[in-house]
């Protein structure tokens, strides 16, 4: 049943994509990964319509890799270690970025303060150092579970904390906060994130591909825990882009994660400016146009086709 299924939803919306293509007369198909991409890369490749791929992760995910034989080129977020894989030429561009992250990236912290506390009615102080922790869209328990380890360490006290639990997750981090003499502000979520990152000294993440990036344009320290079931450990390779130069420290999220969380954050509270100027490593690899690279590729490669058909006529 679900094979039938699956069949009729690829030739559904194969076909869907093809009449919005005649539509708007599309002239250049943008994957952005997933398999989900697959049919109208195919409705694009029946009509003739040049596909580009985008990958958000160091490695090449297998729908990309699949449709690369078809592909025109790759933009590629980071410095991939199986490129070789990749049947078109892989370009590195970056990951895109929110336009209201963007907007924000030169944003000071006192500024970014006065907006948190407006919007959550907080009292973060700007002169304080401030942790911003979080575990994606939905949480993650194990770094929930290791960050309030943190709240005991000696001067923790003197941390001001912005925690995204993720959906569901507050009421379960609620009594160990209630007893945490420090500044905190506990979420599910934010919509606000374009002044969490301005506003942070340190951030505590898991590695996935726009996080990473970012947090690289931010230019902020970041402990890196990498999901432990990412296909193909991929969001390992992500961390390691960071890693490699200094501006993130990548931990294992295993029996070991809530001590050398509490080793690093020790060592914050002993010497916040070291990494905060590790941190700013960061901003040689951050790429805050990657989505004005990513159409100049795509409109440099259909140019010199253009060029190079009319030289053929």
């Keep these: 049943m679900g094979a039938m299924r699956f069949i009729f939803d690829f030739f559904a919306g194969k076909q869907a994509v093809r009449n919005a293509f005649r539509e708007h007369r599309t002239q250049a198909l943008l994957c952005m990964g997933s398999f989900a991409s697959i049919p109208p890369a195919f409705a694009a490749k029946k009509m003739g319509i040049s596909i580009f ?30 490129a070789a894989k990749c049947r ?31 919007i959550y009615g907080s009292s973060f102080i700007p002169s304080r150092p401030v942790l911003l922790a979080f575990g994606g869209s939905l949480g993650a328990a194990s770094l929930n579970k290791a960050v309030l380890s943190l709240l ?8 001001q904390i912005i925690h995204l639990a993720g959906k569901g997750k507050v009421k379960e981090l609620e009594e160990a906060y209630n007893s945490f003499r ?5 979420l599910e979520s934010s919509d606000a994130m374009q002044f969490l990152y301005p506003a942070a000294d340190l951030i505590i993440s898991r590695a996935g591909g726009s996080t990473v990036a ?13 999901y432990p079931y990412a296909a193909e450990d ?17 931990i294992r999220d295993n029996e070991t994660l809530a001590d050398k969380l509490k080793k690093n954050i020790s060592s914050f509270l002993a010497s916040p400016e070291i990494f905060m100027e590790n941190g700013r490593k960061n901003l040689a690899k951050a790429r805050p146009d990657a989505a004005k690279e990513i159409i100049d590729m795509m409109e440099n490669i259909l140019f010199a086709a253009q060029i190079a058909g009319k030289k053929g006529q």
């Excluded at 690369?68 to 410095?79: D, H, Q, V």
């Excluded at 931010?218 to 990498?226: D, N, R």
């Excluded at 991929?234 to 990548?250: K, P, R, W």
């Design 214 to 226: 970012e947090t690289a344009c931010f230019g902020k320290y970041t402990i890196l825990v990498p």
């Design 182 to 186: 420090g500044t905190k502000l506990l």
């Design 88 to 118: 078109c030429p892989a370009i590195l561009t970056g990951m895109p970025l929110r336009q209201e992250l963007k907007e924000c990236i030169h944003c000071s912290r006192e500024e970014a303060v006065k907006k948190i506390n407006g």
């Design 53 to 82: 791929l985008h990958d958000g992760n160091a490695r090449l995910g297998k729908a990309n890799k699949f449709l690369s034989r078809y592909a025109k080129a790759l933009a590629l977020s980071f410095p991939s270690p199986d």
């Design 152 to 159: 005991t360490l000696p001067g923790a006290e003197n941390l």
């Design 234 to 250: 991929h969001q390992f390779d992500n961390a390691s882009y960071l890693a490699e130069s200094g501006g993130a420290v990548i």
